[in-house]
C-alpha cells in the first residue's frame, strides 16, 4: 500500500508535524510511505523521519533554487493543483482544512481520501462544501471528534485516533534535577510570559529550582526582557531549539505547559513518555485532553490569579518527590498509548475497513 501524507512544510517546528513523521516512520515499516511538504525552506526536516520515508515538495522554497514559475500564491497553487491530478496512491493524508479541501476537489477519486485534523477550521463553509467529498475525517482526540461529527453531520464519517510518539525506547527521566521544563514555539498564545512569572515566585521561594525554555519564536526577544525585569538571570535559561526535545524533558523532573488555547498536546506527550509530571492549564484543550491530576500530573483550574495558582501547583510537586513519582508513573502509563507502531495499527485498521 502506498500513503501519501500532504503538510504545509514537513520542515517546521510543529507539534502536528513531530506527529506525522513519527506516524510515516512507523508506516513505513511496512507500506510506501511519502511525505509531500508544500514548502521546502531547508534542507532536511527539523525533526527527524526514517530512512524509507520519502520526502518531496510542491515548491522548493530553499534560496538559490530556481523555479519554474513565478513566485506566489499562484505558483503554489498551480504546483498542488497538478501534483494531485497527477498522484498515484492509494492513501492521501491531509494535514489541515485548506490541504483537505484541495485533496476534496483535485485529487484522483480512486484514491482513499483522509483529512487529519487537529483545531477548528477557522473558514466552515468551504469544508462544509467539499469535505463530504472525502472518505474521512480523523482527529487526535474524542472531544475533537464530537466538533467535527457536529459540523460535517455524518458526511463524512469522523474518526479518533491518537497522535503518535516516536518508537520506544523513549529516555527516561531520573527524577532528581531540580528543573521545571518547557518546550514549544514562542508565540502569544503559549503564554510563556505566564510560565516566567509563576517562576518567579517559585524562584523566590525554592532558590535552587530552574526553569528551562526550548525552542524560539517572534516572543524571544519579550520574554529575555521579562526575565531581566524580574530578575531572572540565574533561574530561567533559554535553551534554544532541539529536534530531540523528549531528551531535554529527561533532564526535567516537571514539565509545564502555561497555554490556554493549545491545540495539540505533543509536547505533553512528550513529557510523559519520559516519565514526567505535567503541570498545565485546566482550560487548554489539548493538556486537558491528557493530563489527569492526580494520575500524570495536574490541572491547574481558571481563575483570577491564575499565576499565584500555577505557582503553588509547581510548588506542591517540587515539595513532594514521593508524588512525582508517582504522577510519573502514570505519565508513562499515558504515553505508552500512543507509541508509534500502535497507533500505525489502528491506521492501518481504519484504512481497511474504509476501503
Given at each position: 500500500?502506498?500513503?501519501?501524507?500532504?503538510?504545509?512544510?514537513?520542515?517546521?517546528?510543529?507539534?502536528?508535524?513531530?506527529?506525522?513523521?513519527?506516524l510515516?516512520?512507523?508506516?513505513?515499516?511496512?507500506?510506501?510511505?511519502?511525505?509531500?511538504s508544500?514548502?521546502?525552506?531547508?534542507?532536511?526536516?527539523?525533526?527527524?523521519?526514517?530512512?524509507?520515508?520519502?520526502?518531496?515538495?510542491?515548491?522548493?522554497a530553499?534560496?538559490?533554487?530556481?523555479?519554474?514559475?513565478?513566485?506566489?500564491?499562484?505558483?503554489?497553487?498551480?504546483?498542488?493543483?497538478?501534483?494531485?491530478?497527477?498522484?498515484?496512491?492509494?492513501?492521501?493524508?491531509?494535514?489541515?482544512?485548506?490541504?483537505?479541501?484541495?485533496?476534496?476537489?483535485?485529487a484522483?477519486?480512486?484514491?482513499?481520501?483522509?483529512?487529519?485534523e487537529?483545531?477548528?477550521?477557522?473558514?466552515?463553509?468551504?469544508?462544509r462544501?467539499?469535505?463530504?467529498?472525502?472518505?474521512?475525517?480523523?482527529?487526535?482526540?474524542?472531544?475533537a471528534?464530537?466538533?467535527?461529527?457536529?459540523?460535517l453531520?455524518?458526511?463524512?464519517?469522523?474518526?479518533?485516533?491518537?497522535?503518535?510518539?516516536p518508537?520506544?525506547?523513549?529516555?527516561?527521566?531520573?527524577?532528581?534535577?531540580?528543573?521545571?521544563?518547557?518546550?514549544?514555539?514562542?508565540?502569544?498564545?503559549?503564554?510563556?510570559?505566564?510560565?516566567?512569572?509563576?517562576?518567579?515566585?517559585?524562584?523566590?521561594?525554592?532558590?535552587?529550582?530552574?526553569?528551562?525554555?526550548?525552542?524560539?519564536?517572534?516572543?524571544?526577544?519579550?520574554?529575555?526582557?521579562?526575565?531581566?525585569?524580574?530578575?531572572?538571570?540565574?533561574?530561567?535559561?533559554?535553551?534554544?531549539?532541539?529536534?530531540?526535545?523528549?531528551?531535554?524533558?529527561?533532564?526535567?523532573?516537571?514539565?509545564a505547559?502555561?497555554?490556554?488555547?493549545?491545540?495539540?498536546?505533543?509536547?505533553?506527550?512528550?513529557?510523559?513518555?519520559c516519565?514526567?509530571?505535567?503541570?498545565?492549564?485546566?482550560?487548554?484543550?489539548?493538556?486537558?485532553?491528557?493530563?489527569?491530576?492526580?494520575?500524570?500530573?495536574?490541572?491547574?483550574?481558571?481563575?483570577?490569579g491564575?499565576?499565584?495558582?500555577?505557582?503553588?501547583?509547581?510548588?506542591?510537586?517540587?515539595?513532594?518527590?514521593?508524588?512525582?513519582r508517582?504522577?510519573?508513573?502514570?505519565?508513562?502509563?499515558t504515553?505508552?498509548?500512543h507509541?508509534?507502531?500502535?497507533?500505525?495499527?489502528q491506521?492501518?485498521?481504519?484504512?481497511?475497513?474504509?476501503?
Amino acid at each position: 500500500m502506498k500513503v501519501s501524507m500532504l503538510l504545509a512544510s514537513a520542515y517546521g517546528m510543529r507539534g502536528d508535524v513531530r506527529a506525522m513523521l513519527n506516524l510515516a516512520t512507523a508506516l513505513s515499516e511496512r507500506h510506501e510511505v511519502e511525505v509531500i511538504s508544500i514548502r521546502r525552506q531547508k534542507e532536511k526536516p527539523f525533526f527527524p523521519v526514517g530512512a524509507k520515508v520519502t520526502m518531496r515538495s510542491v515548491v522548493d522554497a530553499r534560496p538559490g533554487v530556481r523555479h519554474l514559475l513565478p513566485r506566489g500564491q499562484v505558483r503554489t497553487e498551480v504546483a498542488l493543483w497538478r501534483l494531485l491530478r497527477s498522484l498515484r496512491s492509494d492513501v492521501l493524508v491531509t494535514t489541515r482544512p485548506s490541504l483537505g479541501i484541495q485533496a476534496a476537489r483535485h485529487a484522483p477519486r480512486e484514491i482513499l481520501k483522509i483529512a487529519r485534523e487537529w483545531g477548528r477550521p477557522t473558514v466552515p463553509g468551504p469544508v462544509r462544501k467539499f469535505y463530504p467529498r472525502l472518505d474521512a475525517v480523523v482527529t487526535a482526540t474524542e472531544s475533537a471528534q464530537d466538533e467535527w461529527g457536529r459540523l460535517l453531520d455524518g458526511t463524512p464519517p469522523v474518526h479518533a485516533v491518537l497522535d503518535a510518539l516516536p518508537s520506544a525506547p523513549w529516555p527516561r527521566s531520573r527524577m532528581d534535577n531540580r528543573i521545571v521544563a518547557a518546550g514549544g514555539r514562542w508565540v502569544p498564545v503559549k503564554a510563556y510570559d505566564r510560565l516566567i512569572r509563576a517562576f518567579a515566585i517559585v524562584a523566590d521561594k525554592r532558590p535552587d529550582w530552574r526553569l528551562r525554555l526550548y525552542g524560539g519564536g517572534p516572543e524571544e526577544r519579550r520574554l529575555r526582557a521579562l526575565v531581566g525585569e524580574l530578575d531572572l538571570h540565574n533561574h530561567v535559561y533559554f535553551m534554544g531549539t532541539t529536534p530531540d526535545l523528549a531528551g531535554e524533558f529527561a533532564k526535567a523532573s516537571i514539565v509545564a505547559n502555561t497555554s490556554r488555547s493549545e491545540d495539540l498536546g505533543m509536547t505533553v506527550l512528550e513529557a510523559m513518555g519520559c516519565g514526567v509530571p505535567v503541570v498545565a492549564f485546566e482550560g487548554a484543550r489539548g493538556p486537558t485532553e491528557f493530563v489527569a491530576t492526580g494520575y500524570n500530573g495536574v490541572l491547574v483550574p481558571p481563575a483570577d490569579g491564575d499565576v499565584q495558582l500555577f505557582a503553588a501547583a509547581l510548588l506542591a510537586l517540587i515539595d513532594d518527590e514521593r508524588r512525582r513519582r508517582s504522577l510519573a508513573a502514570g505519565a508513562l502509563d499515558t504515553a505508552v498509548r500512543h507509541a508509534a507502531p500502535d497507533v500505525a495499527e489502528q491506521w492501518e485498521k481504519l484504512i481497511a475497513d474504509l476501503r
